[in-house]
Structures are given as structure tokens and as C-alpha cells.
């Protein structure tokens, strides 16, 4: 198909998209943080201030693990009540800090605010630059947090020295949450090693990924190949194309694809062909953009007992999936053992710091210290390479196969679960170790959130620097720019957001692709036009979801207008529910800290926002549990308006169309905002965000919005438009009841 790519060329491309998306996202964090006081970066959840070490301990993996709590000057002044009636340690505030974050341990800055410096150091990767120590948080109790500091090796070191600086004479310090630049250094060193390598060290699957040769043919009818015709399936009731496609990934020889449209089952055909390439005795790394797409591997291949192992941070896995975590194989295997004897003695050590004053004898356990970390360390990495060498199946992100645990590891089968969400440097990562991967995703939805944009896209677009996409935000310029750009919503040139999976297949040709087509979420009628429109109208509804309605949920539900059809479309044309902009300047001419502050910006609509209540009231009358009920919408200003549904209705949840991706729910409310007689739909022009919306429900698609605006934004959202005209439930809202309802 298309000619072969220079992979130096290619490499040192995408280089330099990711040296200007990191930059984008420490220019991003670090604006939040040097405008805002540590007091308002507490109140948006961002930090934990007046804090003080106040023990250290050895945990997982050798770490050293600090417990952070309320510092004692701060504490007692906490409130009458707080301080008075016990005598044990006081709780810590409100605050955002969840187990699994990246933090920057730090002496705490005075309170007039962050320095230009701080702010940079506080967000930045670089060791020279900081002051304070980078760690995971481990724990979150009610009067203290555990962070795990990072173990040194991927910064310059000292890091020991820090640790003790800032767990010295009660020094007051604060927690705030930064960048994981960890994934952009792994990208980074893998694109480097791509754009060294030379011509000869190609592997044939290599030159596949690049085009440099084509694809070993694959057989038409597997049924009646030899190698894999004859397949005895683990799960009998796979449907025909779930089996077709597991076939085709035996068959292919370097690489193929798994086409996924919502619903139909990935990560359940990639199960069997886990067990079944398995079953081949062959080695497979499973990787993932995210820890959560992983452990939901370890959790579906538990139960077959397969001798797995799960690389990554003990904190930010599963509780479910720990026991196949790396970190405690290695302390409970035989050659564990012994790594905790030397790890009981640390934190001997560790306790006796704190009993001396005479710096004579601190300087000599610092030295033991020092010395036994290191031997800990080694046994602990021979351990760890013990266990990954024997294990048959390793699963890690895409980030975490660049780990040291890896290092000079190979794979006969890479496996990447939702490649459409992960930028294409990030699946280089493992497939370095790859003789042949097989990528599942579905790139008709939302791919990676991207901050920075290249420069011929942003000439296309308006000059804000908000993120893309990033569950919490709104999209911004870079999806306007991709709607524009047109075929599939795919930028032209070379940009992050071209994924691997986009690639391949714009390389390649349909031909290394198999798409599953039964789906086993939405009624017919709420799959139909996706189906249609992007999915070649293959997509089949399995007999036991095509007909379901909300009435025949498994609990008490009335027969009602609303509960009895699959598809409203609620119109709100004729333009007496126009949107607004939010405006971000509070009275006092000050930046108010909102989450959309960060994030450009945005839209809202009231009138939608009682007709979204009405809605929500409506089903829950009926008997519909509001846990069934979701409410999306591409705006953040609007969820912002519809946030005190929660306090209504318990249970109910609202969220982003970027952040609901890979959810469902039974009955779902779409919130399209867009009300204004230009006919601007923003980022409503791009498909994949308007695929993922309406893919969410299982038995109810409530459509709100003004078909007179979204009718202009393009020709998918006028097809929309007037397929739901023809084919939903079609209301016009009733402006009297809605008043009173606002
Ligand atoms: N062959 C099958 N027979 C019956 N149910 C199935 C089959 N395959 C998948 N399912 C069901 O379909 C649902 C979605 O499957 P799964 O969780 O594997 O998909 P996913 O990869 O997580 O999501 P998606 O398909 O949306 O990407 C699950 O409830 C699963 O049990």
C-alpha cells in the first residue's frame, strides 16, 4: 500500500512531539501552581500543606516509604474541639490527594504563594531542579499519607540526602501532584534507540511496522488452516467473530489487528487468545495504556491459573491483582527471603536515627545505610530477574515494560489492549521486545489526550493551549483541529495523535485488521446509527441486549413514556435555550481556581440543565435507580451547572463524554450544550467524541440539544440529527413545567 517510513526520520519526529508535549504539560502544571497559593492548590485537591515527616519505614520494593501528618504547629490550631479532646495526632483536612498520585515531597513555601521557581521545580523532572523528593502515594488515612519515594534510579541520585533533609528538625512540608515525566523518559529512550538502530538490526517485524515489507499473507479460510483450523476453545460460547479474530492473531506472523467497537467484547477474545497462545507455549507480554486496562487482564486471567506476573507500582495496582504483582512475588518467593532480612535491618537502622543527637554516629548509620540499601538492592534485582525470566506471561503498561525488569527480555507475542488510546511511542516501549504483537482498540473512538499541538494544526485552530482530552477537561484546540482536518477525524502529517493503530492500518490495509461485530451492550435501536455510520452497519446486537428496556430492568420499573422506548431525542430548536460562556474572573478581578480554569474555556446551558432534571426525575419516579443512570456531556462548564443532581440523587453519575469512555451504563443522558445561531458545534465536530457518547447506554439514549445548531456543525451531525428526528422518540420541551424546574 502506501511506501515504507524512514524509521530514523520517523523516530526523530516523534522526538520532538514529545519534547513539546512535555513541555505543554509542565508549562500547564506549573501555571497552576505559581498562580495559586499552597492553601488554594490544597482547596482544588492538588495538595496537602502544613505537613512534617513524621517517620520513615522501608516498604514494597525496598522504597522508603515517609508517613506524612498534620505538622504540630499547624495542628493544634486546627479548630477548638480538634486539638483538645484527644491526645493522639490530629486528622488532616479536606483534601484530593488519592492512593496511586504522584506527589513532590517538598519544604512547604511561605504563604504568599508559589515562586516562579518552585513552581518550575515542583512540576519539573529533573532532579537539579528540585528540592523536595518525587514518590507515589501509598497510603491515605485520616491523619496521615505513606508516599513511597521513588527509588533514585531514573533521576541523578541524592535522593537519600533529600529524604533526610526535609525528615529533619520537624520541618514543615507540603505534597503536591505533578507530571509522570517517568513515561515521556521511557518514550524518549525508546524512540532514541529506534532512530540508532541500524538498517541491518531490523527484525522482519519491524520492517513490517514501517512498511519496510509487507505482512506474510494469512491464509482466507483459517477454518481449514493446519496450524490453527482445529481449535479447542477454552470458552465455548466466543461468537463466530470473536474465534475469527482470535484465528487470525495465531495465523499472522508479525502483526494484527482487533478491531473492538463498543461492546463487543475485546478484552474477552483477548483472554482466549492469551490462554490459547499459551496453550502454543509461547512467551506474551500484555501491556496497556493505563493500570486499570492491565488489571483487568490479571483479574480475567486469574481464574484459568496462569502462572503470571504483573510489573508496576504496588500502590497504583488492583488490591485484587497484588498477589500477582512482582513486588509481592518477590517477598513471598524463596529467594525473597532473604531480601527481607536485610530490609528487617533497614528499618532497624532507620528507628535508630531518630534516638541519636551525636552527628558523629548519625553519619555512621546514614553509611550502613547507604550500604545496606545497596546490597538490598541487588539481591532484590536478582530475585525480581529470577521471577520475570521464569514467568511465561508478563503484563505491565505500555510505560512499565521499559523498566528495568525487562531489560533484555523478548516476547513472542506482544499484546497491546486499547492501542488506540495510547500514543504511538508508548506501544514502542514493549514492542522493542516483540517478534509479532497483535494491537486491539477501536480507533472510531476518542484516541489519547494530547496537550501540545504541531505547528500546521495549530494555524487551524484558536490560539488557547488547553488539553485535548483529559477525562476531567474539555477538548480542546487539537480535536477541533483533527475534526477539521476531516477522513476519520485524523490529523494529517505527523502528529502525536496518530496512533500506532491509525497507522498500521492506513499502511497496511484492512487486511491485518478483524472486527468483532456482535455487540452485547445496546438495544438495536441505540446501535443502529454508530453502526451505520462507522461501523459499515455490521454491528449486530446479541438476542439477549437488542430488545431490553428500562422497564424490564430486574427490579420494579414502571411502563412509562420514558421507560418503554429506547431512543429520545428531547429538541430544544428555535433558540430559547442558548448556551453561555463561562467567564472565569470571579468579582474581585482575581483568577478563580476551577477545574475549567485550567482547561480553557467552556460551555454551559441552563435550560438543558433543567431539561437533563426533569429527565433524571422522570426515570427515577419510574423506579429507575439513579446507579443506573448516567449523564454525559462534552462541557465541563455544564457539569459544573448539573453537580448538585448528586446531592438529589444519590448514586447518579455525570461525567465527561471524553471520561466515560469504556463505561456503560443502563440509561444514559447525552447534554449536547451547543445553542447559538452560528451554528458552532466546537469540538461536537468530532465524531469519535460523538461515537463514544452515544455508545454508552445498554437501554436508554436520551438525546438533548438544538438540532437547528448541531445540524450545521457537519455532515455526520446532520445525519445524526435527522436520524434521530426519524427514528427516536422526538419531544419538544414543554417551557412552562421547565421554568419551574430551573
Ligand atoms: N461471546 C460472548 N458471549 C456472551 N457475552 C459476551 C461474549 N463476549 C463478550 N461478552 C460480554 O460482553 C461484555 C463486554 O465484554 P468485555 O468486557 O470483554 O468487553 P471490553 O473489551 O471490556 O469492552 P468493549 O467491548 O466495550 O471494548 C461483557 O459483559 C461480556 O461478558
Not at 541487588?378 to 530475585?383: F, G, L, P, S
Not at 455487540?519 to 446501535?527: A, L, S
Request: glycine content about 8%; charged content about 25%.
Amino acid at each position: 500500500m502506501t511506501a515504507g517510513v524512514d524509521i530514523p526520520t520517523f523516530a526523530r519526529t516523534q522526538l520532538s512531539l514529545l519534547a513539546a508535549e512535555l513541555e505543554a504539560e509542565i508549562a500547564e502544571s506549573s501555571a497552576l501552581v505559581s498562580l495559586h497559593s499552597p492553601a488554594a492548590l490544597q482547596r482544588a485537591g492538588v495538595a496537602l500543606i502544613n505537613l512534617t515527616v513524621a517517620s520513615q519505614r522501608t516498604g514494597l520494593g525496598g522504597r522508603t516509604v515517609l508517613e506524612l501528618a498534620p505538622h504540630p504547629a499547624t495542628a493544634s490550631s486546627a479548630g477548638p474541639g480538634s486539638s483538645s479532646s484527644s491526645s493522639s495526632a490530629a486528622d488532616l483536612p479536606e483534601h484530593g490527594i488519592r492512593v496511586g498520585d504522584i506527589v513532590l515531597v517538598a519544604e512547604q513555601p511561605s504563604s504568599g504563594g508559589v515562586r516562579k521557581k518552585e513552581a518550575k521545580a515542583a512540576s519539573s523532572s529533573s532532579s537539579s531542579e528540585r528540592s523536595g523528593v518525587k514518590g507515589v502515594v501509598t497510603r491515605v488515612g485520616k491523619g496521615a499519607v505513606g508516599v513511597a519515594v521513588d527509588d533514585g534510579s531514573e533521576d541523578g541520585g541524592g535522593k537519600e540526602d533529600r529524604v533526610d533533609a526535609l525528615a529533619a528538625g520537624e520541618k514543615k512540608v507540603w505534597i503536591v501532584k505533578v507530571a509522570d515525566d517517568v513515561t515521556f523518559r521511557r518514550m524518549n529512550s525508546t524512540m532514541e534507540r529506534l532512530a540508532k538502530m541500524e538498517e541491518r538490526e531490523y527484525s522482519a517485524f519491524v520492517r513490517v511496522l514501517f512498511g519496510l515489507s509487507s505482512p506474510s499473507p494469512v491464509p482466507a479460510d483459517l477454518t481449514k488452516d493446519e496450524e490453527v483450523g482445529e481449535i479447542e476453545w477454552i470458552d465455548p460460547t466466543l461468537n463466530d467473530s470473536q474465534k475469527d479474530a482470535i484465528r487470525f492473531a495465531l495465523a499472522s506472523k508479525e502483526i494484527g489487528l482487533i478491531h473492538g467497537p463498543p461492546g463487543t467484547g475485546k478484552t474477552h477474545t483477548l483472554i482466549e487468545l492469551i490462554l490459547q497462545l499459551l496453550k502454543r507455549n509461547l512467551r506474551i507480554l500484555v501491556c496497556g495504556p493505563s493500570n486499570i486496562s492491565v488489571d483487568n487482564i490479571v483479574e480475567r486471567l486469574a481464574p484459568h491459573k496462569v502462572p503470571m506476573v504483573r510489573l508496576g507500582h504496588p500502590a497504583r495496582l488492583l488490591p485484587s491483582v497484588l498477589d500477582h504483582s512482582l513486588d509481592v512475588l518477590t517477598r513471598t518467593s524463596e529467594a525473597g527471603a532473604i531480601v527481607k532480612d536485610v530490609r528487617a535491618e533497614m528499618d532497624a537502622k532507620q528507628a535508630s536515627i531518630r534516638k541519636t543527637r551525636n552527628g558523629r554516629e548519625r553519619r555512621a548509620i546514614y553509611a550502613d545505610l547507604k550500604e545496606l540499601r545497596k546490597e538490598y538492592r541487588e539481591r532484590e534485582r536478582k530475585c525480581v530477574t529470577d521471577l520475570v525470566a521464569g514467568s511465561k506471561v508478563v503484563l505491565a503498561t505500555l510505560h512499565g515494560a521499559g523498566g528495568f525488569q525487562l531489560r533484555g527480555e523478548q516476547f513472542d507475542v506482544v499484546i497491546i489492549d486499547e492501542a488506540s488510546q495510547a500514543l504511538e511511542a508508548q506501544c514502542w516501549v514493549p514492542l522493542l521486545a516483540a517478534k509479532k504483537a497483535i494491537c486491539a482498540g477501536d480507533h472510531l473512538q476518542l484516541p489519547p489526550t494530547i496537550k501540545s499541538l504541531n505547528s500546521k494544526s495549530k494555524a487551524a485552530t484558536t490560539t488557547s493551549s488547553s488539553s485535548s482530552r483529559k477525562g476531567k477537561g474539555d477538548a480542546g484546540p487539537a480535536a477541533a483541529a483533527a475534526a477539521a482536518a476531516g477522513a476519520e477525524g485524523v490529523i494529517q502529517g505527523p502528529t502525536l495523535e496518530t496512533t500506532l493503530f491509525d497507522r498500521l492500518l492506513k499502511l497496511h490495509g484492512p487486511s491485518i485488521k478483524r472486527m468483532l461485530t456482535t455487540q452485547y451492550r445496546m438495544h438495536e435501536k441505540i446501535m443502529r446509527f454508530p453502526s451505520d455510520e462507522l461501523y459499515e452497519g455490521k454491528l449486530i446486537a446479541a438476542d439477549a441486549v437488542k430488545a431490553r428496556l428500562l422497564k424490564d430492568l430486574p427490579y420494579e420499573v414502571q411502563d412509562t413514556d420514558d421507560t418503554r422506548e429506547p431512543l429520545i431525542f428531547i429538541d430544544t430548536q428555535g433558540g430559547d435555550f442558548l448556551e453561555k460562556n463561562e467567564d472565569e474572573q470571579d468579582a474581585g478581578g482575581g483568577k478563580k481556581l476551577t477545574k475549567s480554569s485550567l482547561y480553557g474555556d467552556s460551555k454551559s446551558n441552563e435550560m438543558e440543565a433543567a431539561l437533563v432534571r426533569q429527565h433524571v426525575r422522570s426515570l427515577v419516579d419510574a423506579g429507575v435507580k439513579p446507579e443506573d443512570i448516567a449523564v454525559v456531556t462534552p462541557y465541563n462548564a455544564q457539569l459544573a451547572i448539573l453537580a448538585p443532581l448528586k446531592e438529589t440523587f444519590p448514586g447518579i453519575e455525570l461525567g465527561s463524554v471524553d471520561g466515560f469512555q469504556g463505561r456503560e451504563k443502563e440509561a444514559v443522558i447525552v447534554s449536547l450544550v451547543r445553542s447559538n445561531p452560528d451554528g458552532e458545534v466546537g469540538f461536537l465536530g468530532e465524531k469519535r467524541r460523538l461515537n463514544v457518547a452515544m455508545t454508552r447506554p445498554k437501554r436508554s439514549l436520551t438525546v438533548i440539544g438544538d438540532s437547528e445548531t448541531v445540524k450545521k456543525g457537519s455532515k455526520f451531525l446532520k445525519d445524526w440529527m435527522e436520524f434521530l428526528e426519524e427514528n427516536a422518540d422526538l419531544r419538544y420541551p414543554d417551557l412552562t413545567s421547565l421554568t419551574q424546574e430551573a
